[in-house]
Structure formats: C-alpha cells, structure tokens
C-alpha cells in the first residue's frame, strides 16, 4: 500500500443490529489500523465514536448515508484520543437531539480540549445507558490507552464493544477476523498493544488473565474493537492472543524509557564517570 492517507471503506452490517463505519489509516513500515465507529440504528440510535478528523466529509457522508443526523440520540465516547472524537463537533451541529454519553474524567478531558460539555449524559459508576429496547452495560476493557475508556456489553445481541482492546496492525484492510491469517493477527496484536499500552509489560499478569476470563463469562457473540475488524464468535481466539503475549511470554526486552532502564543507565554513567 504506497498511499499514506487514511481512506474509509464500506459501511456494513455485523450480522446481529449493528453497522462498522470502518477506515484505514496506513502506517509507513508497519501496516496500518484499522479505525473503526459503529451505529446502532433501533428506538434510540445510537453512535459510537466519530472516527478521524482527516476524514470528516468521507465520515459523514457515510454516517448520513445511514441515519438522518436529527434522529441521533446518542454518541458514546469511548474515549477522547483524536481518532476517536474526530468529527464530534460537527456530528453535534447535524444532530440537535444528541447527548453524547461519557464518565467524569471523559467529559473533564472534553473540558481541556474547549469541547462543549452542556450535551454530556454522564455516566455514574454502575449506571446503564438504556436504548428502549436494550441496555448498554458500562465496562472497562482489559487494556487501553485512556483512563476514561468505556466499553459495553450490549445486553439484547451480546455485541461487546472493547474499545482499543484488541487492536491490530493489519498489513491490509479486512471485513471480519475470521479472514486475517493466524500469525499475522498475533504480530500485528502482540505490536500494536505494545505501543498503544505499553504498560502491559508491567502489569500484574494474574490480575489481567482474571481480566480476560471475566470477559469470556460475559460470554458475546459479537467483538467490536475501535481497531480490529468486526469478531464473530471469536473472543476466546483473541483472549487467547493477549494472554499468550502478556500472561506467559517471558518478559520482553526493557523499553529504555522505563524508570528501572534509565536508572540502570545513569547508574552506569556514573560508574564509568567515577571510574575515569
């Protein structure tokens, strides 16, 4: 793939009652990532994450192509990261209805970007956003890059949304999982978590592979990532990846930014130093 742009692809459904507005943005020497928002068309539609700014005509053309922006009713922000709240300003001038759906630190975070917060529907700790005819139950993901970061079980298709959990660096755009090669979906996971939480390195690996059973009682059928293609059925594959690369692997070479590298390094200048 020699262009650089990022690029949106076609709008489809995920086989229960949700749609993938997915898009591409490739990253010379490394692949791409995959950025994806997702629109619940029901009672009370909903839409989550307004996708990159760089895409904001090709977006919205396909988010309109899809809804009329007056029937939105809300937009979920996973978190305030610039690939996920792109277009949010000019989604809310299109669509007066809309309450844009976010914890405490998220619309704090809104706040500090000069993001109007008077359309927040914030949500307390425990609480569930009701659709009608369906709730969304509230979850952190395993890992992620934010600490505003909100997840949900959808409680009527068991469509789980992750979040950034899960995502991949893709040699190439896919429509599904189920068409990426094995090993290529492991590197491009096991790379792509390392750099976008790089903590994972230090975590406690008993406490995250309770983590990723607990996801696994939850039981979805359905795993939407901001940054993989649509999962049908196939959480215990992934689990199975992350738990592999960050709860049995031995622990990787030390990020020389990492306090016990640098005080490691200063600890051997000064040795050299005094030994001259």
Known sequence: MTDNNPMMLTTRETGNDWRVLPAFLPLPGMGGLTINAFLHKGREPL??????????????????????????????????????????????????????????????????????????HLLEPGARLSLGDRELVPLRPPYYDAPETLGFLDTRSRTLFAADSFGALLPEPAENVAEIEAQTLRDGLVTWSSIDAPWLAMADRDA?????????????????????????GNLSMLTALVHEAWCLAPATEADPQMLEAVAEALDDSLATRLQA
């Open 208 to 232: 995250l592979g309770r983590s990723l059973h607990a996801l696994e009682r939850l039981a979805p059928t359905t795993v939407l990532s901001g940054h993989l293609p649509v999962a049908e």
């Open 47 to 120: 839409l989550v994450d307004t996708g990159l700014a760089a895409l904001g005509d090709a977006f919205l053309d396909a988010l309109e192509a899809e809804i009329d922006l007056r029937d939105l009713r809300w937009i979920w922000l996973s978190h305030t990261d610039a690939d996920h709240i792109g277009n949010l300003v000019r989604i809310l001038q299109r669509a007066p209805q809309a309450r844009v759906v976010t914890n405490f630190l998220g619309m704090g975070k809104m706040g500090l970007l000069g993001l109007d917060t008077s359309r927040v």
